[in-house]
């Protein structure tokens, strides 16, 4: 990567946090009806509507893990693909697949050894973990939850298109909230103490997560659109604090007229012109701030390289840190 500070990265994953954090400032924007549940039910928020303007908004939420999981699981796609792990579901005994790779089932035995298991971490009860190099946070909605959802009626007609069978009308009938198209959440991913190449890991995750939330075959399409990637010597602002900014910005603006849907466009630009800002409210060091033309050419660079190629650097890399700090604490499974 020309673009990126390449010497502020680790040239290998450390065993201690050492403060190198790689943030990537995210605008996601729905583009058809996602649901974002729990217990049945959309997950909201009751909050302020920005910090000017103080008035109560009940805001949709995405919790952490709805945003990490899809994109841990495009880059576990992607890791067999291209022949790092298996495709074979693990039976509890092995740990090689009958094709000779390391077998790495999601949620039921990791292998601890690919970019998947150092970069997102892992839990096998008693027999290890590894903490997550990648934060994520509850998303907020930019609109309120009055102006960002649709309740629809869901039904499962038989074959012949019905709802009845021998005079017997069936019960598959639902009504579920959705997200409706065009609603913003923005967000902050944080990555702490990776290698240049496990970060791009993480980041061509990111480009590549097309659907969030439940009932992904069918619905839940949502574009990421990075406004910048900051490299820091600490943590830096929250989604909630991003988002309540954004909203007194646009509102100023005049660019937040419910029931109407924001524009993205005018969402990425008021991020970018309140971010400088925001950063130095942190009071963490700034190495670098990509934005503009120089974010492009990263997300041009991350676009044209070579899949495979920043796979091998990503699991070489995670191979190493096995080798240094989890191989040799005898809790490799």
């Not at 400032?25 to 583009?31: A, G, L, N, Q």
């Not at 240049?196 to 574009?223: C, S, W």
């Not at 990421?224 to 991003?242: Q, T």
Request: charged share 25%.
């Amino acid at each position: 990567m020309s673009t990126l500070k390449r010497d502020w990265f680790h040239s290998q994953v450390p065993g201690k946090p050492m403060g190198r954090y790689a943030h990537i400032i995210t605008i996601r924007v729905t583009d058809s009806y996602p649901l974002f549940q729990t217990d049945g039910e959309l997950n909201t928020a009751r909050v302020m509507a920005g910090l000017a303007d103080k008035e109560p908004m009940t805001r949709i939420t995405i919790f952490k893990r709805k945003q990490s999981t899809p994109e841990r699981l495009v880059g576990r796609e992607l890791l067999r693909r291209y022949g790092f792990i298996s495709s074979d579901a693990s039976d509890g005994k092995k740990d090689t697949g009958s094709d000779g790779l390391p077998i790495c089932d999601y949620n039921v035995k990791f292998c601890t050894q690919c970019p998947d298991c150092i970069s997102y971490g892992y839990a096998i009860g008693d027999s290890g973990s590894e903490k997550s190099k990648v934060i994520t946070d509850t998303a907020y909605s930019l609109t309120s939850y009055e102006h960002s959802h649709e309740a629809f009626t869901l039904n499962a007609p038989y074959e012949d298109g019905t709802m009845t069978r021998y005079g017997d009308v069936t019960s598959r009938i639902n009504e579920q909230d959705h997200v409706t198209p065009q609603v913003i959440f923005p967000s902050v991913v944080t990555t702490r103490d990776l290698t240049e190449n496990l970060f791009l890991y993480v980041l061509n995750n990111i480009l590549r997560t097309k659907r969030y939330g439940a009932q992904t075959t069918r619905t839940g399409r949502m574009q990421n659109h990075i406004v910048a990637v900051v490299l820091a010597d600490g943590e830096i602002f929250s989604n909630l604090l991003f988002t309540q900014t954004l909203y007194d910005t646009l509102k100023g603006q005049g660019k937040i007229n419910p029931p109407d849907p924001i524009d993205p466009q005018d969402a990425i630009a008021a991020a970018q012109e309140i971010l400088p800002h925001l950063l130095k409210s942190d009071g963490v060091k700034i190495d670098q701030l990509l934005m503009g033309d120089e974010l492009n050419a990263l997300l041009d660079e991350v676009g044209t390289m070579d899949v495979k190629t920043l796979l091998e650097k990503a699991y070489a890399d995670s191979r190493a840190y096995h080798q240094a700090w989890i191989a040799k604490s005898g809790k490799k499974k």
